[in-house]
């Protein structure tokens, strides 16, 4: 967050990603190399190559995360009939999170950071019934053990 507030309101995300976007100085490296979605045992398998890019005493998480678009829904909407609108599609919905809401504790930012070596995970996350696979993204995030701040995202689509 800023101003000491670690939570950042939701009108200043677009702010805020576009800032670290323009700082071009990743703390940390993700790469998504595969998806498998295993029917068999329902769930999206994720392999994940990652490492600390600056060295540091911070400890980082990695979480899985899964979005749906296309979501037709009621929305409320106080300028329609009824108040709302039936069949709004609402996108990127969040769908829920592999590793509770923080994540995996994974390394440490003094972890290997000068060899060109990344570390290999693989996360996994049970499927829902009501999701259409189809329409669902996932996102590998990293985010700082101290403050919880995200500081490397990647997503691709299932």
């Not at 939570?7 to 998504?32: G, M």
């Not at 295993?38 to 899985?64: G, T």
């Not at 950071?113 to 570390?119: G, L, P």
């Not at 996102?139 to 691709?156: G, T, Y």
């Amino acid at each position: 967050g800023s101003d000491g507030n670690p939570y950042l309101p939701y009108a200043q995300w677009t702010d805020r990603v576009n800032a670290l976007i323009s700082e071009n100085n990743p703390e940390v490296y993700i790469s998504i190399e595969n998806i498998t979605v295993d029917q068999a045992n329902q769930e999206i398998v994720v392999d994940v190559f990652a490492k600390p890019l600056i060295p540091s005493q911070e400890r980082y998480l990695i979480n899985l995360s899964v979005t749906e678009s296309g979501i037709a829904e009621a929305q409320k909407n106080s300028s329609s009939p009824g108040g709302q609108i039936l069949d709004y599609v609402h996108n990127h919905v969040f769908r829920g999170s592999a590793y509770g809401p923080w994540g995996l504790d994974i390394f440490r930012g003094d972890d290997d950071v000068r060899s060109d070596k990344a570390i290999w995970y693989k996360l996994k996350m049970d499927i829902n019934s009501e999701w259409n696979l189809e329409n669902c993204e996932i996102l590998v995030f990293i985010s700082k053990l101290s403050n919880r701040e995200v500081v490397q995202v990647e997503e691709a689509h299932l």
